[in-house]
């Protein structure tokens, strides 16, 4: 088994971490945001442009993303948005973003729950969002949910992943994701599905997302990442979910899975103390405990 030298973080506490909590100003996201740029993160999801009347919480994505440019001045980060549409794409694209994230559920059911759309037609608007970002010179991942799982129809048939895979790498998109959206996967069928997935991706980059539901989140992405995935969602004090999933919270805590890689020789860009006190800030921000095992033990170097 060989690991690779270096893993990249995404830092999707803006986002996936903050749409299932009750909308905190936008002050207060600011916040948050200092503290992850301080970590050295390279990548971090800033917001999405989805329906304020789904989610509230991040109604404010233009707002967000007029903030972003002090910080592109000063460090060396690619914020992206989450997008659930072709005029989502556009409307993140106006705000400034150049990096954008199109989600396509593998099941049906969890795809009308989230997007309104069966699985087939979200998986056909790859090929007007992949125009509209290559027009504007953006770059757009596909993250294929509920991989391994669905909240409503159970497992989910890895051929429905594949075939989404192979239709987003024939539009021409710039990266893939498969994510764990509801926390229930294991290292097994992490290895399984990425086997399967490697072969149709070419040279793309392949990410991988987990929520640690049910306690395997970190020992998935470690298998995601023996597998040879070398980007990782991570938010920072665990915080996040899916709010079209009933059930699925936590996403891996960033500073328990950058604990995890250090100890395993295996690089990132983010500083550990720093990442404690972004989970902390984030904490405070949304007024109740996050489940990080970091936040609530510490480093066993530093303490």
Same mark, same amino acid.
């Given at each position: ?49 989805? +329906?304020? %009347?789904? #989610? ?5 994505? =233009? ?46 059911? @969890?795809? @009308? ?19 509209? &970002? ?30 989404? #895979?192979? &239709?987003? #790498? ?45 306690? =395997? ?35 891996? &805590? ?9 100890? +395993? ?9 720093? =990442? ?9 921000? #949304?007024? @109740?405990?996050?489940? %990080? &095992? ?10």
């Amino acid at each position: 088994m060989t690991l690779p030298g270096k893993v990249d973080i995404r830092e999707v506490c803006l986002r996936d971490g903050l749409q299932i909590e009750k909308p905190i100003p936008l002050s207060a996201k600011v916040a948050i945001l200092d503290a992850i740029v301080a970590t050295g993160v390279r990548e971090v999801e800033a917001t999405a442009f989805v +329906s304020p %009347s789904k #989610v509230p919480a991040l109604a404010d994505a =233009a707002e967000l993303a007029q903030e972003l440019d002090r910080y592109r001045a000063s460090h060396d980060v690619e914020f992206s948005a989450l997008v659930a549409s072709p005029n989502g794409a556009k409307r993140a694209i106006a705000a400034g973003l150049r990096s954008i994230e199109y989600v396509v559920s593998a099941s049906d059911a @969890h795809s @009308h729950a989230n997007v309104g759309r069966t699985s087939a037609e979200a998986t056909g608007q790859i090929a007007e969002i992949a125009a509209i &970002a290559a027009d504007s010179n953006t770059s757009v991942e596909v993250i294929i949910a509920t991989a391994w799982d669905c909240p409503f129809a159970g497992p989910t048939d890895p051929q429905r992943v594949l075939d989404i #895979v192979s &239709a987003a #790498v024939g539009f021409g998109v710039n990266r893939i994701a498969v994510a764990d959206t509801i926390g229930t996967t294991t290292p097994r069928r992490v290895s399984s599905l990425i086997s399967q997935v490697r072969p149709l991706i070419g040279d793309l980059p392949l990410g991988a997302h987990f929520h640690n539901t049910r306690g =395997a989140g970190l020992a998935s992405a470690y298998a995601a990442v023996q597998s040879g995935v070398t980007r990782l969602d991570a938010s920072v004090g665990g915080l996040g979910g899916c709010p079209f999933a009933p059930g699925a919270s936590g996403n891996i &805590a960033t500073e328990d899975l950058v604990y995890l890689l250090r100890d +395993s020789d295996i690089a990132v860009d983010v500083d550990l103390s720093a =990442a404690i006190d972004a989970a902390r800030i984030a904490q405070d921000a #949304v007024g @109740h405990n996050l489940p %990080s &095992a970091l936040l609530r033990a510490g480093d066993r170097i530093l303490g």
